[in-house]
């Protein structure tokens, strides 16, 4: 290829790019870079103009405040619970659904289709189904049985029961990765371990589970970065109450950075959640990655 | 060659298309269809005909102010009202950048908290010369700095609904104290029949029953200045309001508020009362019209809250939303032609049209109250309508920090804890 070429390819490249990189650096880059000049300033909703520096200070108060420690906490819980499920029952299901069945693809539209669905509205209708009124699905059953309500949404159980309808939504979009994984699994692989006489559990775990590496790392990474934001389900089901027992790092964010004006405030608590997601992406791609070399 | 000559073309037209996405409308681009019609520029608002279009932003649907938007159209025919509804939620955040962005609507609909944020940062226009015309309960939550910046509307309350055929067929006479109410609700839990069915869900139950008992009690009599020290710093409720929350306490040791309704949502509990399960509702006119649709049969009415010493009772309210005008504003002469035709007989029967059963605060203007609130009428009468928040200054958000805090106080949290979050919440609020 002469030079005349390649700097035509390379004027290309720039101009298909650059829509992207603009809309990129526009919405992404100059927002954070934004946030983090806030976090140092005065700014609130009663200040919004005549900005001062106030170095460490509002990352001083949200190190002192206990709601925001609450919500990385929550966030935290939140993200690794959902996570590990999303690994410990999308992996089997995906495997069982691997097999040659006749309901092969009704039971994988079955299992994915919550997916499709908002976290929203998902939220919503599992709030009528997990109501204490006893005109709530499960305490209208369990009423019925002689039994008095339950109360899944009181400060001990509702972070758990929001975890729970998540796990429910999205346990089947893991096992669309892990099955797509599993496809390319070549058989010979498995032919041979079969006839060296290795049953299906060997198979699974000496054969299936180190080439699952790839998927499992897809999945517990945007899994966790993802559940670290969770906002939407927490507030179509509890909004963060009852009290705080539900806030989460995002939902603090909407109510103290943003409604209550505490711009600032809220920009440092920003950073210092990117900082969190940040730590525990590279220690995950750590994990992941020393896995890899080990099968590898 | 062909090719890479569209493709460049349409790359160029992609960030093109961008650029302009993101810029600025200017006034070459409001070329209206109508290339045969007259058109004048009033500052930047749009023209259709001889009419001046003019924003009014509020976080209560259209429905709510249909007479009064149909009255303006004709009291004020040179004005073209866009009405912008914004939700609850997302309501200050929204008129706060519009506002900080001097974008904001021309009429804009405030509580009284943002009406002192927004009157403190200079974005309101100061509506003295009209609000001469409202009474000083109406006008003072909005006044900052002696200058009135918003119109009251009409006024909204808060008492209990109850089921009259529920109390009549079981022989239960309307209490007129808080012990007296207790009773009550303890009858009805001997007859097996829920006595309040409550959304506790949402934090606003319980802080408007508990603030009404403190309203009774305390704010009423020797607490009467109370607010105004709060918003200065200089009261605080942990030590001042213990006594009275540890006597209003009695509805959750008495089992009429149980840990089970926090996670009962408001429409639930609606439904338990409207469907006869409960004897009881806290609420307000804007679910009278729900009530009666799910439940068409139902003997409704309205008592008040109480408190330990026999009395009218009290209702949790006050001014609704106030209307005010944006400094900013281009046309700030025709918005205020509207709120003068608003602070009118005519504008505020329109304006009650559509809200039935609160009261206006325009000196003159009385509307009949629906019978459904009869038996609250002797609290409304004596202007027993209270909202104790709305005196915290730039301190009121903190009341869903009240609301919150009680929803963990019935969970098991001590009172002191409680109340010194919340003091805790009011002066990071003050701190501003």
New interface residues.
């Given amino acids: 290829m002469n030079k005349v070429n390649k700097n035509r390819i390379g004027i ?1 490249f720039w ?2 790019i ?2 992207a990189i ?2 990129y650096f ?1 919405f992404s880059i100059l927002p954070f870079l934004y946030t983090f000049f806030y976090s140092f300033t005065d700014y ?6 005549n900005l001062s520096w106030v170095g460490l200070e509002n990352y001083v108060t949200v190190m002192k405040n206990s709601l925001m420690r609450v919500g990385i906490q929550n966030s935290l819980i939140y993200a690794i619970l959902l996570t590990g499920f999303q690994v410990i029952l999308g992996l089997p299901l995906a495997v069982l659904l691997d097999q040659k069945l006749k309901t092969q693809n009704l039971l994988r539209a079955i299992f994915f289709f919550p997916a499709v669905f908002s976290s929203l509205i998902i939220g919503y209708l599992w ?2 189904i ?7 699905l499960i305490n209208s059953l369990i009423v019925s049985m002689g039994f008095s ?1 339950v ?5 001990k159980f509702a972070l758990y029961s929001i975890i729970f309808t998540q796990i429910w939504q999205w346990t089947g979009w893991a096992m669309v990765i892990f099955l797509a994984n599993l496809q390319s699994v070549p058989l010979e692989l498995m032919e041979a371990a079969q006839l060296d006489g290795a049953g299906s559990i060997k198979r699974f775990f000496s054969i299936t589970l180190p080439l699952m590496c790839p998927s499992v790392k897809i999945v517990v990474v945007t899994g966790l970065i993802g559940g670290m934001k969770v906002f939407d389900a927490i507030y179509s089901m ?8 539900t806030q989460t790092v995002m939902t603090i964010m909407m109510d103290k950075g ?5 711009y600032s405030v809220g920009a440092a608590f920003g950073v210092c959640f990117f900082v969190v997601v940040l730590i525990l992406s590279a220690v995950v791609n750590k994990l992941m990655s020393k896995w890899s070399e080990a099968i590898g | 060659m062909k090719k890479k000559i569209i493709s460049l073309l349409l790359a160029t037209t992609m960030v093109a298309t961008t650029i302009v996405g993101c810029g600025t409308k200017t006034d070459s681009q409001e070329t209206t269809k109508d290339a045969t019609a007259t058109k004048e520029e009033v500052g930047e608002q749009e023209i259709s005909g001889e009419q001046v279009t003019l924003r009014m932003s509020y976080w209560n649907s259209e429905d709510t102010m249909s007479a009064l938007l149909d009255y303006l159209a004709t009291a004020v025919p040179e004005v073209k009202i866009e009405y912008q509804f914004v939700d609850n939620d997302n309501y200050n955040t929204v008129v706060d950048t519009q506002l900080s962005a001097e974008e904001g609507p021309d009429i804009i609909c405030e509580s009284p908290g943002s009406a002192l944020k927004h009157a403190r940062l200079g974005y309101l226009q100061e509506l003295n010369y009209l609000g001469d015309r409202y009474s000083d309960a109406g006008t003072s939550v909005y006044s900052y700095n002696d200058n009135v910046y918003a119109l009251p509307g009409i006024s909204w309350f808060e008492g209990i609904y109850f089921n009259k055929d529920l109390f009549e067929e079981n022989g239960i006479d309307l209490p007129k104290t808080f012990d007296e109410y207790i009773s009550v609700c303890k009858k009805f839990q001997e007859m097996g029949i829920k006595p309040l069915a409550a959304g506790l869900m949402s934090w606003e139950p319980m802080l408007k029953n508990s603030m009404a008992f403190v309203a009774a009690e305390y704010l009423s009599a020797d607490g009467k200045d109370f607010g105004s020290k709060l918003r200065e710093g200089q009261a605080q409720l942990e030590g001042t309001w213990n006594p009275y929350i540890e006597k209003w306490s009695e509805m959750i040791s008495e089992g009429i508020y149980t840990k089970d309704m926090l996670g009962i949502d408001h429409t639930q509990a609606m439904d338990e009362f409207a469907t006869g399960k409960a004897a009881m509702f806290c609420s307000g006119p804007w679910d009278c019209e729900a009530i009666m649709e799910k439940n068409p049969e139902m003997n409704l009415d309205m008592m008040p809250f109480f408190g330990t010493q026999a009395s009218d009772g009290w209702l949790i309210g006050g001014p609704g939303c106030g209307f005010a005008i944006n400094a900013s504003s281009k046309n700030v002469d025709l918005a205020k032609k509207v709120l003068e035709a608003l602070s009118t007989n005519e504008g505020q029967a329109a304006l009650w049209e559509n809200n039935q059963g609160g009261s206006s605060y325009l000196k003159g203007a009385e509307f009949a109250l629906p019978e459904v609130y009869s038996s609250a009428s002797s609290a409304l009468n004596a202007g027993n309508v209270y909202c104790p928040w709305n005196e915290w200054g730039s301190a009121a958000p903190a009341h869903q920090n009240y609301g919150l805090e009680f929803q963990s106080y019935l969970d098991g949290q001590d009172l002191d804890t409680t109340l010194t979050n919340i003091d805790e919440a009011i002066q990071e609020l003050l701190s501003k």
Avoid: H
């Fill in positions: 290309y101009i298909f650059a829509p603009v809309i526009t609130t909703d009663m200040n919004p103009v709030k009528y997990l109501s204490s009124a006893e005109s709530g309500t109360n899944f949404f009181s400060s509890t909004g963060g109450g009852p009290g705080n027992a943003i409604s209550d004006g505490f």
